[in-house]
Protein backbone atom coordinates (compact mmCIF):
# COMPACT_ATOMS: atom_id res chain seq x y z
CA UNK A 1 0.00 0.00 0.00
CA UNK A 2 1.70 3.06 -0.76
CA UNK A 3 1.52 6.14 1.59
CA UNK A 4 -1.06 9.03 -0.06
CA UNK A 5 -1.19 10.87 3.08
CA UNK A 6 -1.13 14.41 0.96
CA UNK A 7 -4.60 13.41 0.30
CA UNK A 8 -6.93 14.62 2.63
CA UNK A 9 -7.73 11.10 3.64
CA UNK A 10 -7.82 9.50 7.14
CA UNK A 11 -5.13 6.77 8.01
CA UNK A 12 -4.94 3.86 10.47
CA UNK A 13 -2.20 2.06 11.11
CA UNK A 14 -1.91 -1.77 10.25
CA UNK A 15 -0.17 -4.23 12.27
CA UNK A 16 1.09 -6.62 9.54
CA UNK A 17 3.33 -9.23 11.24
CA UNK A 18 6.01 -8.53 8.06
CA UNK A 19 5.42 -4.35 7.99
CA UNK A 20 3.73 -1.70 9.37
CA UNK A 21 0.78 -0.73 6.55
CA UNK A 22 -1.88 1.68 6.52
CA UNK A 23 -6.09 2.03 5.53
CA UNK A 24 -6.69 4.91 4.04
CA UNK A 25 -10.45 6.52 3.40
CA UNK A 26 -11.95 9.65 1.59
CA UNK A 27 -12.88 12.47 3.66
CA UNK A 28 -16.24 14.19 3.34
CA UNK A 29 -16.79 18.03 3.62
CA UNK A 30 -17.77 17.32 7.24
CA UNK A 31 -14.26 16.14 8.11
CA UNK A 32 -15.17 12.63 8.61
CA UNK A 33 -15.27 9.50 6.42
CA UNK A 34 -17.33 9.97 3.64
CA UNK A 35 -20.91 8.19 4.26
CA UNK A 36 -21.12 8.08 0.35
CA UNK A 37 -17.86 6.00 -0.46
CA UNK A 38 -17.91 3.19 1.67
CA UNK A 39 -20.03 0.29 3.24
CA UNK A 40 -20.77 -1.64 6.24
CA UNK A 41 -18.12 -4.25 4.50
CA UNK A 42 -15.28 -1.62 5.01
CA UNK A 43 -16.02 -1.75 8.53
CA UNK A 44 -17.04 -5.08 9.66
CA UNK A 45 -15.72 -7.15 6.61
CA UNK A 46 -12.88 -6.12 4.94
CA UNK A 47 -9.68 -8.23 6.56
CA UNK A 48 -7.30 -6.09 6.79
CA UNK A 49 -8.97 -4.95 9.46
CA UNK A 50 -8.02 -7.93 11.83
CA UNK A 51 -4.60 -5.62 11.84
CA UNK A 52 -6.03 -2.67 13.25
CA UNK A 53 -6.17 -1.93 17.08
CA UNK A 54 -9.61 -2.10 18.74
CA UNK A 55 -9.91 1.80 19.25
CA UNK A 56 -8.91 2.06 15.05
CA UNK A 57 -12.05 -0.10 14.00
CA UNK A 58 -14.44 1.72 16.54
CA UNK A 59 -13.40 5.22 15.11
CA UNK A 60 -13.39 4.67 11.75
CA UNK A 61 -17.01 3.22 11.87
CA UNK A 62 -17.70 5.65 14.17
CA UNK A 63 -16.40 8.67 12.10
CA UNK A 64 -18.60 6.87 9.14
CA UNK A 65 -21.86 6.91 11.42
CA UNK A 66 -20.77 10.34 12.09
CA UNK A 67 -20.80 11.40 8.43
CA UNK A 68 -23.94 10.17 7.44
CA UNK A 69 -25.54 11.23 10.57
CA UNK A 70 -24.58 14.81 9.79
CA UNK A 71 -25.89 14.61 6.29
CA UNK A 72 -29.19 12.87 8.13
CA UNK A 73 -28.51 10.09 6.05
CA UNK A 74 -28.20 7.58 9.02
CA UNK A 75 -31.47 5.40 8.17
CA UNK A 76 -31.06 2.94 10.84
CA UNK A 77 -32.62 2.75 14.54
CA UNK A 78 -35.23 4.82 13.83
CA UNK A 79 -36.97 5.11 18.09
CA UNK A 80 -40.82 4.02 17.69
CA UNK A 81 -43.30 5.33 19.81
CA UNK A 82 -46.32 3.11 19.46
CA UNK A 83 -44.51 -0.69 18.35
CA UNK A 84 -44.85 -1.70 15.61
CA UNK A 85 -48.23 -0.40 14.37
CA UNK A 86 -49.49 0.08 10.86
CA UNK A 87 -48.96 3.75 11.62
CA UNK A 88 -45.83 4.38 13.45
CA UNK A 89 -45.26 7.04 15.44
CA UNK A 90 -41.25 7.49 14.70
CA UNK A 91 -39.20 10.19 15.83
CA UNK A 92 -37.21 12.21 13.23
CA UNK A 93 -33.54 12.02 14.01
CA UNK A 94 -33.20 15.75 12.58
CA UNK A 95 -35.76 17.46 13.89
CA UNK A 96 -36.67 15.30 16.67
CA UNK A 97 -40.53 15.24 15.33
CA UNK A 98 -42.49 12.56 16.40
CA UNK A 99 -43.79 11.50 12.55
CA UNK A 100 -46.66 8.96 11.83
CA UNK A 101 -44.96 7.17 9.38
CA UNK A 102 -46.89 3.74 7.13
CA UNK A 103 -44.29 0.90 8.40
CA UNK A 104 -43.29 -0.92 5.86
CA UNK A 105 -40.13 -2.26 7.56
CA UNK A 106 -41.76 -4.82 10.11
CA UNK A 107 -42.43 -8.14 10.20
CA UNK A 108 -45.12 -8.29 11.86
CA UNK A 109 -47.21 -9.28 8.79
CA UNK A 110 -50.29 -10.35 10.61
CA UNK A 111 -50.39 -7.23 13.40
CA UNK A 112 -50.57 -9.74 16.04
CA UNK A 113 -47.91 -8.08 17.88
CA UNK A 114 -51.62 -5.53 18.47
CA UNK A 115 -54.06 -7.93 18.55
CA UNK A 116 -56.20 -7.32 22.29
CA UNK A 117 -57.23 -11.52 22.36
CA UNK A 118 -53.69 -12.26 22.37
CA UNK A 119 -52.76 -9.36 25.62
CA UNK A 120 -56.18 -10.94 27.31
CA UNK A 121 -54.28 -14.22 27.30
CA UNK A 122 -51.11 -13.21 28.60
CA UNK A 123 -53.25 -10.98 30.90
CA UNK A 124 -55.19 -14.24 32.55
CA UNK A 125 -52.20 -16.61 32.55
CA UNK A 126 -48.92 -14.60 33.49
CA UNK A 127 -50.14 -14.62 37.58
CA UNK A 128 -49.42 -18.22 36.90
CA UNK A 129 -45.93 -18.06 35.93
CA UNK A 130 -44.91 -14.99 36.25
CA UNK A 131 -41.83 -13.26 33.83
CA UNK A 132 -38.60 -14.82 33.70
CA UNK A 133 -38.66 -18.60 33.51
CA UNK A 134 -35.66 -17.94 36.24
CA UNK A 135 -33.31 -21.18 34.41
CA UNK A 136 -32.04 -22.68 31.46
CA UNK A 137 -34.62 -25.19 30.49
CA UNK A 138 -32.37 -28.28 31.11
CA UNK A 139 -32.13 -27.03 34.78
CA UNK A 140 -35.55 -25.32 36.24
CA UNK A 141 -36.77 -23.24 33.03
CA UNK A 142 -39.10 -25.96 31.69
CA UNK A 143 -42.53 -25.04 31.98
CA UNK A 144 -45.43 -26.52 30.81
CA UNK A 145 -46.95 -23.47 28.62
CA UNK A 146 -43.51 -23.76 26.85
CA UNK A 147 -44.07 -27.41 26.70
CA UNK A 148 -47.27 -26.94 25.25
CA UNK A 149 -46.24 -24.17 22.67
CA UNK A 150 -43.51 -27.17 21.58
CA UNK A 151 -46.41 -29.42 20.64
CA UNK A 152 -48.32 -27.11 18.92
CA UNK A 153 -45.52 -25.80 16.65
CA UNK A 154 -44.47 -29.43 16.26
CA UNK A 155 -47.94 -30.32 15.07
CA UNK A 156 -48.06 -27.82 12.23
CA UNK A 157 -44.77 -28.71 11.07
CA UNK A 158 -45.69 -32.30 10.75
CA UNK A 159 -43.06 -33.25 12.74
CA UNK A 160 -42.61 -35.61 16.34
CA UNK A 161 -41.07 -33.07 19.05
CA UNK A 162 -40.20 -29.63 18.95
CA UNK A 163 -37.73 -27.79 21.53
CA UNK A 164 -38.06 -23.56 22.32
CA UNK A 165 -35.30 -21.68 22.27
CA UNK A 166 -35.12 -17.45 23.52
CA UNK A 167 -34.44 -16.63 20.00
CA UNK A 168 -34.60 -17.74 16.53
CA UNK A 169 -31.16 -16.96 16.26
CA UNK A 170 -29.93 -19.21 18.66
CA UNK A 171 -32.28 -21.78 17.67
CA UNK A 172 -30.88 -21.63 13.84
CA UNK A 173 -27.50 -21.14 15.55
CA UNK A 174 -27.77 -23.99 17.82
CA UNK A 175 -29.12 -26.36 16.16
CA UNK A 176 -26.43 -26.26 13.12
CA UNK A 177 -23.43 -25.86 15.92
CA UNK A 178 -24.74 -28.72 17.76
CA UNK A 179 -25.05 -30.94 14.46
CA UNK A 180 -21.80 -29.95 12.94
CA UNK A 181 -18.34 -32.02 13.50
CA UNK A 182 -15.01 -31.29 12.10
CA UNK A 183 -15.83 -34.04 9.40
CA UNK A 184 -19.25 -32.76 8.58
CA UNK A 185 -20.63 -30.34 6.07
CA UNK A 186 -23.27 -27.46 5.67
CA UNK A 187 -24.27 -26.62 2.66
CA UNK A 188 -26.26 -23.46 2.25
CA UNK A 189 -28.42 -21.55 -0.48
CA UNK A 190 -26.35 -18.31 -1.23
CA UNK A 191 -29.59 -16.31 0.39
CA UNK A 192 -29.72 -18.35 3.74
CA UNK A 193 -30.16 -16.26 6.68
CA UNK A 194 -26.82 -15.38 8.92
CA UNK A 195 -27.95 -16.89 11.38
CA UNK A 196 -27.37 -20.57 9.81
CA UNK A 197 -24.41 -19.56 8.52
CA UNK A 198 -22.93 -18.34 11.36
CA UNK A 199 -23.89 -22.09 12.85
CA UNK A 200 -20.82 -23.16 11.20
CA UNK A 201 -18.33 -20.93 12.19
CA UNK A 202 -15.20 -22.75 11.77
CA UNK A 203 -16.73 -25.85 10.26
CA UNK A 204 -17.09 -27.08 6.51
CA UNK A 205 -19.49 -25.08 4.59
CA UNK A 206 -20.27 -24.70 0.79
CA UNK A 207 -22.63 -22.82 -1.07
CA UNK A 208 -25.06 -23.36 -3.80
CA UNK A 209 -26.96 -21.00 -6.15
CA UNK A 210 -29.76 -19.34 -5.20
CA UNK A 211 -33.01 -21.92 -5.20
CA UNK A 212 -30.79 -23.76 -7.77
CA UNK A 213 -31.29 -27.72 -7.48
CA UNK A 214 -28.25 -28.21 -10.10
CA UNK A 215 -26.29 -26.06 -8.21
CA UNK A 216 -26.85 -28.02 -5.64
CA UNK A 217 -26.54 -31.58 -7.36
CA UNK A 218 -22.64 -30.04 -8.20
CA UNK A 219 -21.81 -29.31 -4.43
CA UNK A 220 -23.14 -32.48 -3.11
CA UNK A 221 -21.85 -34.58 -6.33
CA UNK A 222 -18.01 -32.64 -5.09
CA UNK A 223 -18.77 -33.51 -1.78
CA UNK A 224 -19.51 -37.17 -2.17
CA UNK A 225 -17.29 -39.35 0.02
CA UNK A 226 -15.34 -36.17 1.22
CA UNK A 227 -18.11 -35.95 4.30
CA UNK A 228 -19.51 -37.58 7.27
CA UNK A 229 -22.77 -35.79 7.49
CA UNK A 230 -23.97 -33.40 5.23
CA UNK A 231 -26.59 -30.75 6.01
CA UNK A 232 -28.42 -28.95 2.80
CA UNK A 233 -29.85 -25.70 4.77
CA UNK A 234 -32.39 -23.27 3.20
CA UNK A 235 -34.86 -20.40 3.95
CA UNK A 236 -38.25 -21.60 3.41
CA UNK A 237 -39.35 -17.85 2.63
CA UNK A 238 -35.99 -16.08 1.81
CA UNK A 239 -35.84 -12.66 3.63
CA UNK A 240 -34.69 -10.42 1.90
CA UNK A 241 -36.46 -11.86 -1.27
CA UNK A 242 -39.46 -12.51 -0.67
CA UNK A 243 -39.80 -16.12 -2.80
CA UNK A 244 -40.46 -19.41 -1.80
CA UNK A 245 -37.81 -22.44 -1.10
CA UNK A 246 -37.82 -24.97 -4.43
CA UNK A 247 -38.11 -27.28 -1.61
CA UNK A 248 -39.54 -30.01 -4.00
CA UNK A 249 -36.54 -30.45 -6.30
CA UNK A 250 -34.17 -29.43 -3.60
CA UNK A 251 -35.51 -32.42 -1.20
CA UNK A 252 -35.13 -34.70 -4.22
CA UNK A 253 -30.95 -33.65 -4.89
CA UNK A 254 -30.80 -34.24 -1.03
CA UNK A 255 -31.85 -37.70 0.01
CA UNK A 256 -30.43 -38.78 -3.55
CA UNK A 257 -26.88 -38.05 -1.99
CA UNK A 258 -27.50 -38.70 1.31
CA UNK A 259 -27.75 -35.38 2.95
CA UNK A 260 -30.54 -34.14 5.23
CA UNK A 261 -32.47 -30.95 4.62
CA UNK A 262 -33.16 -28.05 7.36
CA UNK A 263 -35.52 -25.74 6.43
CA UNK A 264 -36.16 -22.22 7.89
CA UNK A 265 -40.01 -21.73 8.45
CA UNK A 266 -39.22 -17.50 9.81
CA UNK A 267 -41.25 -15.53 6.92
CA UNK A 268 -43.12 -18.47 6.32
CA UNK A 269 -44.94 -19.55 9.18
CA UNK A 270 -48.39 -17.86 9.23
CA UNK A 271 -48.13 -16.47 6.03
CA UNK A 272 -48.06 -19.49 3.41
CA UNK A 273 -50.05 -23.13 3.52
CA UNK A 274 -53.77 -23.01 3.31
CA UNK A 275 -53.93 -23.05 7.47
CA UNK A 276 -50.53 -20.37 7.57
CA UNK A 277 -48.80 -23.19 8.68
CA UNK A 278 -45.49 -22.63 6.15
CA UNK A 279 -43.97 -23.90 3.78
CA UNK A 280 -44.31 -27.88 3.93
CA UNK A 281 -48.10 -27.35 3.78
CA UNK A 282 -47.92 -24.96 1.22
CA UNK A 283 -45.87 -27.43 -0.88
CA UNK A 284 -47.80 -30.91 1.01
CA UNK A 285 -44.06 -31.51 2.70
CA UNK A 286 -45.18 -31.99 6.38
CA UNK A 287 -42.97 -35.08 7.81
CA UNK A 288 -40.59 -35.11 4.35
CA UNK A 289 -37.51 -32.49 5.79
CA UNK A 290 -35.30 -33.38 8.54
CA UNK A 291 -35.36 -30.30 10.75
CA UNK A 292 -37.86 -27.38 10.33
CA UNK A 293 -36.68 -23.93 12.59
CA UNK A 294 -38.06 -21.12 12.69
CA UNK A 295 -39.03 -17.95 15.16
CA UNK A 296 -41.80 -16.15 17.03
CA UNK A 297 -41.11 -12.67 16.46
CA UNK A 298 -42.22 -12.36 12.85
CA UNK A 299 -46.03 -13.25 12.25
CA UNK A 300 -46.37 -15.03 15.23
CA UNK A 301 -45.40 -10.81 16.46
CA UNK A 302 -43.58 -12.28 20.00
CA UNK A 303 -39.98 -13.43 20.73
CA UNK A 304 -38.30 -16.50 20.55
CA UNK A 305 -37.85 -19.50 18.29
CA UNK A 306 -37.80 -22.97 17.40
CA UNK A 307 -36.63 -26.65 16.23
CA UNK A 308 -38.79 -29.22 15.18
CA UNK A 309 -37.41 -32.71 14.20
CA UNK A 310 -38.17 -36.27 15.46
CA UNK A 311 -37.97 -37.54 19.03
CA UNK A 312 -34.41 -38.48 18.52
CA UNK A 313 -33.31 -35.53 17.00
CA UNK A 314 -34.91 -33.28 19.03
CA UNK A 315 -33.74 -35.38 22.04
CA UNK A 316 -29.80 -35.36 20.93
CA UNK A 317 -30.16 -31.18 20.13
CA UNK A 318 -31.40 -30.69 24.04
CA UNK A 319 -28.24 -32.17 24.64
CA UNK A 320 -25.69 -30.37 21.92
CA UNK A 321 -27.04 -27.12 20.90
CA UNK A 322 -25.45 -24.82 23.24
CA UNK A 323 -27.55 -22.06 23.08
CA UNK A 324 -30.76 -24.05 24.05
CA UNK A 325 -28.36 -25.93 27.25
CA UNK A 326 -26.81 -22.68 28.66
CA UNK A 327 -29.59 -20.12 28.43
CA UNK A 328 -32.46 -19.17 30.25
CA UNK A 329 -35.83 -20.41 28.87
CA UNK A 330 -37.71 -17.71 26.91
CA UNK A 331 -39.82 -15.00 28.89
CA UNK A 332 -43.56 -16.76 29.80
CA UNK A 333 -45.81 -14.18 28.66
CA UNK A 334 -43.86 -14.00 25.63
CA UNK A 335 -44.57 -17.43 25.30
CA UNK A 336 -48.16 -17.47 25.97
CA UNK A 337 -48.68 -14.73 23.34
CA UNK A 338 -46.73 -17.26 20.98
CA UNK A 339 -49.15 -19.60 21.79
CA UNK A 340 -52.37 -17.37 21.30
CA UNK A 341 -51.29 -16.72 18.39
CA UNK A 342 -50.95 -19.52 16.45
CA UNK A 343 -54.00 -20.75 17.52
CA UNK A 344 -55.74 -17.37 16.15
CA UNK A 345 -53.48 -18.82 12.93
CA UNK A 346 -54.47 -21.80 12.84
CA UNK A 347 -58.17 -21.79 13.90
CA UNK A 348 -59.05 -17.99 12.77
CA UNK A 349 -56.91 -17.83 9.59
CA UNK A 350 -55.80 -14.01 11.58
CA UNK A 351 -55.48 -11.41 9.42
CA UNK A 352 -54.01 -14.31 6.50
CA UNK A 353 -56.75 -13.72 3.89
CA UNK A 354 -56.06 -9.47 4.31
CA UNK A 355 -52.70 -10.50 4.08
CA UNK A 356 -52.76 -11.47 0.61
CA UNK A 357 -55.32 -8.97 -0.76
CA UNK A 358 -52.63 -6.77 0.11
CA UNK A 359 -49.43 -8.31 -1.15
CA UNK A 360 -51.30 -8.78 -4.42
CA UNK A 361 -52.31 -5.35 -4.25
CA UNK A 362 -48.61 -4.44 -3.75
CA UNK A 363 -47.17 -6.70 -5.85
CA UNK A 364 -49.47 -5.41 -8.93
CA UNK A 365 -48.71 -1.89 -8.39
CA UNK A 366 -44.62 -2.29 -8.19
CA UNK A 367 -44.75 -4.87 -11.43
CA UNK A 368 -46.90 -2.27 -13.16
CA UNK A 369 -44.68 0.45 -11.55
CA UNK A 370 -41.63 -1.40 -14.05
CA UNK A 371 -39.47 -1.80 -10.60
CA UNK A 372 -37.23 -4.86 -10.89
CA UNK A 373 -39.22 -6.76 -7.38
CA UNK A 374 -37.23 -10.25 -8.42
CA UNK A 375 -38.87 -13.10 -7.85
CA UNK A 376 -40.85 -11.99 -4.84
CA UNK A 377 -44.32 -13.78 -3.91
CA UNK A 378 -45.14 -13.59 -0.22
CA UNK A 379 -45.16 -10.31 2.04
CA UNK A 380 -41.18 -9.10 1.39
CA UNK A 381 -40.88 -7.20 -1.77
CA UNK A 382 -37.31 -6.10 -2.76
CA UNK A 383 -37.29 -2.85 -4.76
CA UNK A 384 -33.73 -4.19 -6.58
CA UNK A 385 -31.54 -1.19 -7.62
CA UNK A 386 -27.59 -2.37 -6.87
CA UNK A 387 -26.43 0.61 -6.71
CA UNK A 388 -26.20 1.84 -2.87
CA UNK A 389 -26.48 5.41 -2.69
CA UNK A 390 -29.60 5.58 -4.68
CA UNK A 391 -31.18 2.76 -2.48
CA UNK A 392 -30.21 5.78 0.61
CA UNK A 393 -31.65 8.40 -1.31
CA UNK A 394 -34.97 6.60 -1.93
CA UNK A 395 -35.58 5.43 1.38
CA UNK A 396 -34.66 8.47 2.67
CA UNK A 397 -37.16 10.25 0.13
CA UNK A 398 -39.45 7.73 1.13
CA UNK A 399 -38.77 8.34 4.67
CA UNK A 400 -39.28 12.47 4.53
CA UNK A 401 -42.77 10.96 2.75
CA UNK A 402 -43.74 9.19 6.09
CA UNK A 403 -43.11 5.84 4.41
CA UNK A 404 -40.94 3.65 6.57
CA UNK A 405 -38.88 1.21 4.75
CA UNK A 406 -35.53 -0.74 4.84
CA UNK A 407 -32.50 0.00 2.75
CA UNK A 408 -30.69 -3.36 2.17
CA UNK A 409 -27.09 -2.24 1.27
CA UNK A 410 -24.04 -4.16 0.43
CA UNK A 411 -22.78 -6.76 2.39
CA UNK A 412 -25.92 -7.53 3.34
CA UNK A 413 -26.91 -8.58 -0.55
CA UNK A 414 -24.66 -8.86 -3.47
CA UNK A 415 -23.40 -5.43 -4.51
CA UNK A 416 -25.41 -5.87 -7.95
CA UNK A 417 -28.62 -6.61 -6.13
CA UNK A 418 -28.61 -3.68 -3.48
CA UNK A 419 -32.21 -2.79 -2.36
CA UNK A 420 -34.74 -1.09 -0.54
CA UNK A 421 -37.45 -3.67 0.97
CA UNK A 422 -40.71 -3.42 1.84
CA UNK A 423 -42.61 -5.27 3.58
CA UNK A 424 -46.44 -5.43 3.68
CA UNK A 425 -48.99 -6.53 6.34
CA UNK A 426 -52.78 -7.08 7.32
CA UNK A 427 -53.72 -4.04 8.30
CA UNK A 428 -52.82 -1.99 5.69
CA UNK A 429 -56.06 0.02 4.59
CA UNK A 430 -56.17 -0.07 0.40
CA UNK A 431 -56.04 3.62 0.84
CA UNK A 432 -52.72 4.03 3.07
CA UNK A 433 -51.93 1.27 0.27
CA UNK A 434 -52.33 3.44 -2.51
CA UNK A 435 -50.73 6.53 -1.09
CA UNK A 436 -47.31 4.68 -0.77
CA UNK A 437 -46.86 2.89 -3.89
CA UNK A 438 -48.18 6.23 -5.38
CA UNK A 439 -45.26 8.08 -3.95
CA UNK A 440 -42.91 4.65 -4.16
CA UNK A 441 -43.63 5.49 -8.05
CA UNK A 442 -42.90 9.22 -7.90
CA UNK A 443 -39.35 8.54 -5.87
CA UNK A 444 -38.68 5.78 -8.08
CA UNK A 445 -39.01 7.81 -11.04
CA UNK A 446 -37.17 11.09 -9.62
CA UNK A 447 -34.33 8.98 -9.25
CA UNK A 448 -34.20 6.87 -12.75
CA UNK A 449 -35.43 3.43 -10.15
CA UNK A 450 -38.01 3.22 -13.07
CA UNK A 451 -38.63 4.81 -16.52
CA UNK A 452 -40.19 8.29 -16.30
C1 LIG B 1 -34.80 -16.07 7.99
C2 LIG B 1 -34.57 -15.70 9.42
N1 LIG B 1 -34.21 -16.65 10.29
C3 LIG B 1 -33.97 -16.36 11.58
C4 LIG B 1 -34.11 -15.08 12.07
C5 LIG B 1 -33.79 -14.80 13.50
O1 LIG B 1 -34.95 -14.79 14.27
P1 LIG B 1 -35.03 -13.95 15.64
O2 LIG B 1 -35.29 -12.55 15.26
O3 LIG B 1 -36.13 -14.60 16.40
O4 LIG B 1 -33.72 -14.12 16.32
C6 LIG B 1 -34.50 -14.06 11.18
C7 LIG B 1 -34.70 -12.65 11.57
O5 LIG B 1 -34.51 -12.04 12.46
C8 LIG B 1 -34.72 -14.37 9.83
O6 LIG B 1 -35.08 -13.41 8.96
Redesign the pocket.
Known amino acids: MSDKTSNPRKHYHLFDDENLDHLYFDISKNGEIDANKYSLYNFTGDPKLEYAEWESRMDMMNSWFTDMKSENRFLYERESLNGSKVVSQVVDPETKEVREMLNFAS?DYLNLTQDTRIWEKVKELSPQYGGGAGGAPLLSGTMRVINELAEKIAQMKGMESAIIYN??????FGTIAGLLGHKDVAIYDMFA?A??IDGSRGANKKFFQHNDSTSLEKVLKASQNKYINKLVVV?GV??MDGDIANLNEILDVAKYYGAWVLV?E??ATGVIGKTGCGTLEHLDLEGKVDIV??????AVGS???YVTASKRLVNYLKYTSRSFMFSTAPYIPSIIAAKEALNLITEQKAGVDKLWENIQYVKERLTAAGFNIGNAETAIFPIIIGDDNKVKEMTYKLHQRDIFVNPVPYPAVPRKLTRVRMTVTAGFSREQLKYALDEVEIVGKELGVIPQ
Open positions: NSGYGANHSLDYSDAHTGTLSKIGG
